[in-house]
């Protein structure tokens, strides 16, 4: 996939073809046409794995540190000057997904344009025709794919009041094509993504699996005359990591949720119940609630990633991930100064606060049992998992993390500017104890990117189906919101199997469930890039002030402080389209506020 398409220059919509084939033979630098692809293969899924390139998911906590979870010490980080007022309709979180979404919907567009005609196994009809599909399907789904991320981005509301999508591009565009086109509504562009997305399920295979004998054929391929090793060809094992049946229904249940949304309520026919039954989907794959994967919640870890082999297979907590890399760049990133790291990513005292007690109460319940002055202690496991705390231990020989003001190296509070911690936290999640970044003694682990994983999903059915039915009303499913969650906070080891009495009193009241639910969300999602994006969808306050901890006295005294203030502006629930893209085109009409 590595060598990209030439032919294509894209600057946000632009996009000019430079041929002089009638003045020059060959083109100029021997650029390819588009209907080059009707007779090289080759070619046309280069073309297609330009879309795959484009990915929108980023390998690290990028846009947590824009919410009350995180904070950066990174004074360059473009998510901090966003969260503190900088965030404009010409910063790049405006302008880069709307180019590289625009331009991978090019490609898939090019690509299906061409298809039909493309010499994919030319002496055999039957797989040249299997093969067509499949890739047909992968488009259409990377299509669905960057839809979603476009709405997700830049959908909102005009000046007028109007619920406004994006401009939909069905078809390629170049240099002589009308690109001031109006946005399309919300409603339209859920409507082309959900086609998509059908379409896209249609075509291709729940996974990427080999068959071990014609016994296994399913019965659309058996009648075609194929044996398994044509079928394993087309849909097995070395397809791995493409666009899957099952990843297209992870993508319906994350858009129908967020149409769903406060933010997007009646913008839409996509309501609660709809998105419920779109991660019921998912999760009746995944059978059912017996399928949440035991350690699904500590999926990134080195105990679950050592033990697997990830060549061509995911864990069972991953849908969809990227590449499986040796390396140590997570650590560098986040591991505190001592053990070689730039600590970038500090987890705020806000966070810290959401992680219930281990009993399953929040820590301002009077039952909860919180202890003020040893408030790391009797926590909910995760609590651990996710977050380094005073005193508690990281790295290959297990060292010891003050995170105090009394700290004796630079781990300690603010002790050196762009390497420690601000908030008294360092995060732990994606990390690996196993890794050393030091690069005189270096040891490199197996990382990947998680795209979308499981929890995600069941969280999702959990959040609809409470709004639509109830904490344990389930429509037509056999498992209800209480259901979903009552196993999540077990998997965490949350009442160690006995009775979780605060999971008993929220589902008396939709409200209370919705307060957890939210909740557990924030914990198992907390690092990946959700946070953001949901305050948003939920219309929640995105200004909640960034809060630390400076602990003295070796480690007995708390003195909790504000660090950094948020300065978001109420319209900001809807991102702005790119300045430039909207002063280019006259009908392309700007969110309200920007």
């Given amino acids: 996939m590595k060598n990209i398409v030439k032919y294509i220059a894209i600057s946000a919509l632009t996009v000019s073809f430079m041929s002089c084939d009638d003045l020059f033979e060959p083109a100029i630098e021997n650029i390819k046409q588009p209907d080059t692809m009707d007779n090289e293969a080759k070619y046309a899924d280069n073309l297609l794995g330009s879309a795959y390139i484009l990915m929108p998911y980023p390998s690290g906590s990028e846009s947590d540190v824009a919410t009350d979870d995180a904070v950066s010490n990174d004074i360059s980080n473009a998510y901090l000057s966003m969260a503190t007022g900088s965030w404009t309709s010409q910063t790049s979180q405006s302008v880069n997904n709307w180019r590289d979404r625009n331009a991978s919907i090019q490609y898939c567009n090019l690509f299906l344009e061409h298809a039909d005609n493309v010499p994919f196994a030319p002496s055999n009809e039957v797989i040249n025709?299997?093969?067509?599909?499949?890739?047909?399907?992968?488009?259409?789904?990377?299509?669905?794919?960057?839809?979603?991320?476009?709405?997700?981005?830049?959908?909102?509301?005009?000046?007028?009041?109007?619920?406004?999508?994006?401009?939909?591009?069905?078809?390629?565009?170049?240099?002589?094509?009308?690109?001031?086109?109006?946005?399309?509504?919300?409603?339209?562009?859920?409507?082309?993504?959900?086609?998509?997305?059908?379409?896209?399920?249609?075509?291709?295979?729940?996974?990427?699996?080999?068959?071990?004998?014609?016994?296994?054929?399913?019965?659309?391929?058996?009648?075609?005359?194929?044996?398994?090793?044509?079928?394993?060809?087309?849909?097995?094992?070395?397809?791995?990591?493409?666009?899957?049946?099952?990843?297209?229904?992870?993508?319906?249940?994350q858009v129908s949720l967020l149409a769903a949304s406060p933010a997007f309520a009646g913008a839409s026919d996509i309501d609660w119940a709809k998105a419920a039954d779109y991660a019921a989907v998912v999760i009746d794959h995944n059978n059912g609630i017996a399928g949440l994967a035991p350690m699904g919640h500590i999926w990134y870890s080195a105990e679950v990633v050592a033990n697997n082999n990830y060549d061509k297979s995911n864990d069972a907590e991953i849908i969809w991930r990227g590449g499986y890399e040796e390396n140590s760049s997570l650590e560098a990133d986040n591991f505190p100064p001592s053990l070689y790291g730039k600590g970038r990513v500090n987890p705020t005292q806000n966070l810290v606060d959401a992680f219930p007690m281990a009993n399953g109460y929040p820590i301002d319940n009077p039952n909860a049992q919180y202890d003020a002055a040893n408030p790391y202690a009797g926590r909910d496991p995760r609590l651990a998992h996710y977050i380094v705390t005073d005193g508690s231990t990281l790295g290959v020989n297990n060292s010891t993390i003050n995170t105090g003001t009394d700290a004796s190296n630079n781990d300690g509070i603010n002790k050196e500017t762009g390497y420690s911690t601000r908030t008294g936290y360092y995060m732990r999640k994606h990390l690996r104890t196993d890794v050393n970044p030091n690069s005189t003694n270096e040891v490199k682990k197996y990382h990947y990117t998680k795209r979308i994983r499981f929890t995600e999903v069941y969280l999702a059915y959990a959040e609809a189906a409470n709004e639509a039915w109830g904490p344990k009303g389930n429509g037509s499913h056999a498992y209800s919101a209480y259901d979903v969650i009552k196993a999540i906070r077990q998997r965490a080891g949350i009442c160690n199997g006995t009775t979780d009495a605060y999971l008993d009193e929220c589902a008396a009241s939709k409200d209370k469930m919705r307060e957890l639910i939210r909740n557990e969300r924030r914990l198992e999602l907390c690092f990946e890039n959700v946070r953001f994006w949901d305050l948003r969808r939920w219309q929640a306050p995105l200004t909640e002030t960034a809060k630390g901890v400076q602990i003295g006295n070796h480690s007995t005294t708390f003195n909790y402080i504000d660090v950094e203030q948020r300065r978001y502006q109420n319209y900001m629930i809807y991102g702005p389209l790119p300045y430039s893209d909207v002063i280019k085109f006259s009908n392309l009409v700007q969110n309200q506020g920007w």
């Fill in 129 to 253: 025709n299997m093969l067509r599909d499949r890739l047909k399907g992968e488009a259409y789904g990377l299509r669905a794919l960057n839809m979603y991320y476009l709405l997700q981005n830049y959908a909102g509301k005009a000046a007028n009041g109007d619920f406004l999508g994006v401009p939909i591009w069905k078809t390629s565009f170049d240099a002589t094509s009308d690109m001031n086109v109006p946005r399309a509504s919300f409603q339209e562009c859920i409507n082309s993504l959900l086609a998509d997305a059908n379409e896209a399920a249609r075509l291709l295979p729940l996974d990427y699996v080999d068959l071990a004998g014609n016994g296994d054929l399913p019965a659309e391929y058996a009648s075609l005359g194929i044996d398994y090793m044509d079928y394993n060809r087309v849909f097995g094992s070395s397809c791995w990591g493409r666009m899957s049946g099952r990843i297209v229904e992870a993508i319906r249940a």
